[in-house]
């Protein structure tokens, strides 16, 4: 592993989390240049381990693993037992981060509950990724991603109209709550910098997703009513949707007046233009049905390229609707160096999707793909003074 050269160079995290959500946030502080050490169960390690096929090439690494768990070091300890506790309270000793996404007071019988650890470790910035939150009546539930995304309400908003709710195609909420974490672990810096204090951050993936429920949340709000799903279609814009064409389907990204004018004058709508049920965007909200038998009439009669070539020549949104084979050939993402190559303990390279945050000072860096079970073990136990002798009987009691 080289050194780290991101902006949270020289901050130790304890990891304690598994899965995605909480690995995606100390993914992201690890590849802000933080030391992540990872603690996982010995012999069994983070449950994403097991989440496969497929594996990384040559490898019996699962892809899973490999997505959220680069630039970390990987210790196995048994934090069951109290010498495995011993290690994880030598890590806190020079550790400014603890992030975790064990069920709401499952810590606390290993004394590692942030309210055991605040008072030796005033300045320990521990994080807490839930389900549902360190209060209220859900907090001792578990959380899973299609759970939340059911109970927030996505589900209600995604899918056809008459079919059934559906969810996002990726573990939305587990991202974003991963995501949110993040954010709290650096305003929480920022206080620490300025007072010395430690503090903890509650994320519960409920509220998360509730937060993100954005333009659809307020609508709700400001009528108290239910939105409808629309399945490709925006509730607040027409056309802003999923059209068909002479070979496949676009999307069609009409954000305002002026652009719906400038496409209707060029390609044979100028008609359109003087019906008050198209005149304004809020006309067409409320003649959707309409506005879309209308213009599919006329998508369907040009091949995909072409309407992209002549929208995007006009400033027009609009895109395919591409595979991922297509998402990772698209000269853009590959200029965007959006997957990189890295070089895996088993010997292999892997890619691995890229950070998206770019600094132009201190960028993310990657110093080593997602380490083996219990690859970096002896290394750290050797930096928190463990000798030859004492890091065997670890071994060999089956604490590390």
């Not at 990724?129 to 209600?156: C, E, K, N």
Request: proline share 7%; charged share 20%; hydrophobic share 40%.
């Amino acid at each position: 592993m080289t050194e780290p050269t991101g902006p949270l160079k020289g901050l130790r995290v304890v990891d304690l989390t598994r899965v995605l959500a909480g690995p995606t946030c100390t993914q992201m502080l690890a590849d802000l240049g933080a030391d992540v050490v990872k603690i996982e169960r010995p012999e069994a390690g983070d449950d994403t381990r097991g989440f496969a096929p497929p594996y990384m090439p040559n490898t019996r690494e699962s892809a899973y693993f490999v997505g959220v768990n680069r630039n970390k070091k990987s210790v196995t300890l048994d934090i069951a037992k109290p010498e495995g506790q011993a290690v994880v309270h030598k890590l806190l000793e020079t550790a400014d981060i603890l992030v975790e996404n064990f069920k709401v007071g499952a810590l606390a019988k290993y004394g590692l509950a942030y309210e055991q650890l605040r008072e030796t470790y005033p300045g320990l910035i521990y994080c807490s990724i839930t389900g549902f939150g360190q209060t209220g009546p859900y907090a001792p539930r578990p959380g899973y991603d299609a759970l939340i995304q059911a109970m927030g309400g996505v589900m209600s908003l995604t899918g056809e109209p008459e079919g059934e709710p559906q969810k996002v195609g990726i573990p939305v909420a587990d991202l974003f709550a991963g995501l949110y974490g993040t954010i709290g672990v650096l305003a929480a810096l920022r206080h620490k910098q300025a007072t010395g204090q430690g503090q903890q951050i509650d994320i519960g993936m409920l509220d998360t997703h509730v937060a993100w429920l954005a333009n659809q949340g307020m609508n709700y709000l400001s009528t108290g009513e239910n939105p409808p799903r629309l399945g490709n279609q925006h509730p607040n814009i027409v056309p802003y949707q999923v059209f068909p064409t002479a070979d496949g389907y676009m999307v069609l990204s009409i954000g305002n007046d002026p652009t719906f004018e400038r496409f209707c004058r060029n390609f044979g709508l100028e008609h359109l233009l003087a019906d008050e049920r198209y005149a304004t965007n809020a006309a067409r909200v409320g003649n959707r049905a309409l506005v879309t038998e209308t213009l599919t009439a006329v998508t369907k009669t040009r091949p995909t390229r072409d309407w992209i070539e002549k929208l995007e020549a006009l400033k027009i949104g609009c895109g395919p609707i591409n595979t991922l084979k297509d998402v990772f050939a698209d000269p853009h993402v590959v200029a965007r160096n959006m997957v990189v190559e890295m070089e895996h303990a088993s010997g292999q390279t892997v890619k691995v999707i890229a950070n998206p945050v770019k600094l132009s000072a201190t960028p993310p860096d990657y110093r080593s793909a997602a380490p083996l079970l219990g690859q970096h073990t002896e290394e750290v136990l050797r930096g928190l003074g463990y000798s030859e002798e004492d890091i065997a009987r670890l071994k060999a009691e089956g604490i590390a």
